[in-house]
């Protein structure tokens, strides 16, 4: 410029980009230091790296710039497995959080340097929380509803986000190695606003809340018999029209022909009861090995699919880091028995009752016969290639089996309890305490914490025992002072 020459350094920043940082202006000979002009350009290059190349402009801008600088990293990681450490559900719920934390902050005018700051950019966050307790979703629906409060898991998971971005904001390991020297919300501090707040949510604390609230044993041999009797007749019944007509029966008149609608919920409960499965390792499980490596695309540490071995339905489950093969055609609460023969039924009937042929059908070759083919065996509608949907099934489930068979006098008020109910079961038959862990991926210790005080009619064999052993000596009687 102007016969004039200048030294510049080549960086990329966060994005990517290849930008040109200014050193300094060249000279001839040496300056008042005895230094030449390159020498004097590579003592700046090391201030600014020492600096981390932090200029006026990036301190003051929006934290909303850098809220989408973390989302497109988290979709990044999303799209390329390689990169992506996480798995695709918990990089989706950062970036939910993170957006829900942007949609407060638009309004706020907070830039990057008032996290300088600390105690005063803390009383914001602390803003922030108190915005989720006092806040109201406001749902849109034809009844005029205003919504309801948000649940105290909702803002924890809310709040761990933003725990998340400001630690990300200080990895060295992004961009220009951090944008902030000092992460201004860590870990204890969240911690801490949790308790302050009253954010607190145990497992312990909710099946307790429960136990006050139906005046009652949160088990009951009698429940369990009741669920599965139901279970087992609804499926029965669905499954035995379509042995008849190759139909399945609608639930509604405008409901879509061959759709089992809102009673899937006894399909999975089934299931539930009679292996203690968590809900989702049913309603995302593959149909086959196959399918499960067509559609896995996104890397996931959970997972689960069907396959069959000598005529025995296998189910493999991968799930939050641990692994199980479950062999299932031993089960008895997963035959279906009808009196009509089902299609492509091959050899002879299973029994007969006196009067007439019965035949026994798994479960899993029930959903596989009556069910849409697709890469899972629940699937959301026809020819979808996605799993039936958490939401809608949450609905289903409280519908049903909640509202309609009444389920809940026996302390069930989510799908989760049919795994309890499941545990508690066998515990109170003396099933071998390692069996039921390796079904479950439960450790012991956590199945005698978490299940065996719920379940009283044990406890009272227990102390019956104890009573037993004690009456076999007399009582002290206490000496008169």
Same mark, same amino acid.
């Given at each position: 410029?102007?016969?004039?020459?200048?030294?510049?350094?080549?960086?990329?920043?966060?994005?990517?980009?290849?930008?040109?940082?200014?050193?300094?202006?060249?000279?001839?000979?040496?300056?008042?230091?005895?230094?030449?002009?390159?020498?004097?350009?590579?003592?700046?290059?090391?201030?600014?790296?020492?600096?981390?190349?932090?200029?006026?402009?990036?301190?003051?801008?929006?934290?909303?710039?850098?809220?989408?600088?973390?989302?497109?990293?988290?979709?990044?990681?999303?799209?390329?497995?390689?990169?992506?450490?996480?798995?695709?559900?918990?990089?989706?719920?950062?970036?939910?959080?993170?957006?829900?934390?942007?949609?407060?902050?638009?309004?706020?005018?907070? $830039?990057?340097?008032?996290?300088?700051?600390?105690?005063?950019?803390?009383?914001?966050?602390?803003?922030?929380?108190?915005?989720?307790?006092? *806040?109201?979703?406001?749902?849109?629906?034809?009844?005029?509803?205003?919504?309801?409060?948000?649940?105290?898991?909702?803002?924890?998971?809310?709040?761990?986000?933003?725990?998340?971005? +400001?630690?990300?904001?200080?990895?060295?390991?992004?961009?220009?190695?951090?944008?902030?020297?000092?992460?201004?919300?860590?870990?204890?501090?969240?911690? $801490?606003?949790?308790?302050?707040?009253?954010?607190?949510?145990?497992?312990?604390?909710?099946?307790?809340?429960?136990?006050?609230?139906?005046?009652?044993?949160?088990?009951?041999?009698?429940?369990?018999? $009741?669920?599965?009797?139901?279970?087992?007749?609804?499926?029965?019944?669905?499954?035995?029209?379509?042995? %008849?007509?190759?139909?399945?029966?609608?639930?509604?008149?405008?409901?879509?022909?061959?759709?089992?609608?809102?009673?899937?919920?006894?399909?999975?409960?089934?299931?539930?009861?009679?292996?203690?499965?968590?809900?989702?390792?049913?309603?995302?499980?593959?149909?086959?090995?196959?399918?499960?490596?067509?559609?896995?695309?996104?890397?996931?540490?959970?997972?689960?699919?069907?396959?069959?071995?000598?005529?025995?339905?296998?189910?493999?489950?991968?799930?939050?880091?641990?692994?199980?093969?479950?062999?299932?055609?031993?089960?008895?609460?997963?035959?279906?028995?009808?009196?009509?023969?089902?299609?492509?039924?091959?050899?002879?009937?299973?029994?007969?009752?006196?009067?007439?042929?019965?035949?026994?059908?798994?479960?899993?070759?029930?959903?596989?016969?009556?069910?849409?083919?697709?890469?899972?065996?629940?699937?959301?509608?026809?020819?979808? +290639?996605?799993?039936?949907?958490?939401?809608?099934?949450?609905?289903?489930?409280?519908?049903?089996?909640?509202?309609?068979?009444?389920?809940?006098?026996?302390?069930?008020?989510?799908?989760?309890?049919?795994?309890?109910?499941?545990?508690?079961?066998?515990?109170?038959?003396?099933?071998?305490?390692?069996?039921?862990?390796?079904?479950?991926? +439960?450790?012991?210790?956590?199945?005698?914490?978490?299940?065996?005080?719920? *379940?009283?009619?044990?406890? %009272?064999?227990?102390?019956?025992?104890?009573?037993?052993?004690?009456?076999?000596?007399?009582?002290?009687?206490? $000496?008169?002072?």
């Amino acid at each position: 410029i102007n016969n004039e020459h200048y030294w510049y350094a080549f960086r990329r920043d966060e994005t990517g980009k290849l930008k040109t940082r200014y050193l300094g202006k060249c000279y001839e000979g040496l300056n008042n230091e005895g230094l030449s002009s390159f020498e004097t350009a590579l003592i700046t290059l090391q201030k600014r790296l020492n600096e981390n190349f932090a200029s006026k402009i990036t301190e003051t801008k929006n934290i909303n710039y850098f809220i989408d600088l973390f989302v497109k990293d988290c979709q990044k990681r999303i799209e390329s497995p390689l990169e992506q450490g996480l798995n695709y559900s918990t990089l989706l719920t950062h970036i939910n959080g993170a957006k829900r934390f942007r949609k407060w902050t638009e309004t706020q005018n907070i $830039k990057l340097h008032h996290l300088k700051n600390i105690d005063e950019y803390r009383h914001r966050i602390k803003d922030y929380i108190e915005h989720l307790v006092k *806040n109201r979703e406001y749902m849109t629906n034809r009844k005029g509803d205003i919504g309801k409060s948000l649940a105290i898991s909702t803002i924890r998971q809310y709040l761990k986000v933003v725990g998340i971005f +400001h630690e990300w904001l200080a990895d060295e390991t992004w961009g220009s190695g951090g944008y902030v020297k000092v992460n201004p919300i860590p870990k204890d501090w969240i911690v $801490k606003a949790r308790k302050r707040y009253g954010l607190i949510y145990t497992k312990k604390n909710d099946r307790q809340n429960r136990l006050r609230r139906y005046s009652r044993d949160f088990y009951s041999s009698e429940g369990y018999d $009741k669920m599965v009797s139901d279970c087992i007749t609804e499926v029965r019944d669905v499954w035995e029209v379509f042995c %008849k007509t190759g139909e399945i029966p609608r639930e509604f008149r405008n409901q879509p022909r061959n759709r089992v609608g809102g009673r899937i919920v006894y399909f999975v409960s089934l299931f539930q009861l009679a292996m203690g499965f968590r809900v989702g390792e049913i309603l995302r499980s593959f149909r086959s090995y196959e399918d499960f490596l067509n559609e896995n695309l996104k890397a996931s540490d959970s997972y689960s699919f069907w396959r069959k071995i000598d005529d025995t339905w296998v189910i493999e489950v991968s799930w939050k880091g641990k692994f199980t093969l479950l062999p299932t055609n031993d089960i008895d609460l997963l035959r279906i028995r009808t009196w009509v023969k089902p299609p492509n039924w091959k050899g002879k009937p299973s029994g007969n009752n006196g009067k007439e042929d019965y035949y026994d059908t798994h479960l899993v070759d029930v959903c596989m016969e009556m069910f849409s083919n697709s890469p899972f065996l629940f699937t959301a509608y026809k020819n979808s +290639h996605k799993h039936y949907s958490y939401s809608q099934y949450n609905n289903n489930f409280k519908e049903h089996c909640i509202g309609k068979k009444q389920w809940d006098t026996y302390g069930i008020d989510m799908t989760h309890d049919l795994r309890h109910y499941f545990i508690t079961k066998h515990i109170q038959l003396k099933t071998d305490p390692m069996l039921i862990s390796a079904i479950t991926r +439960h450790s012991i210790i956590t199945m005698m914490k978490f299940y065996k005080e719920e *379940n009283v009619d044990f406890q %009272k064999a227990s102390v019956r025992n104890i009573g037993i052993q004690i009456g076999k000596y007399k009582p002290i009687s206490q $000496k008169e002072n």
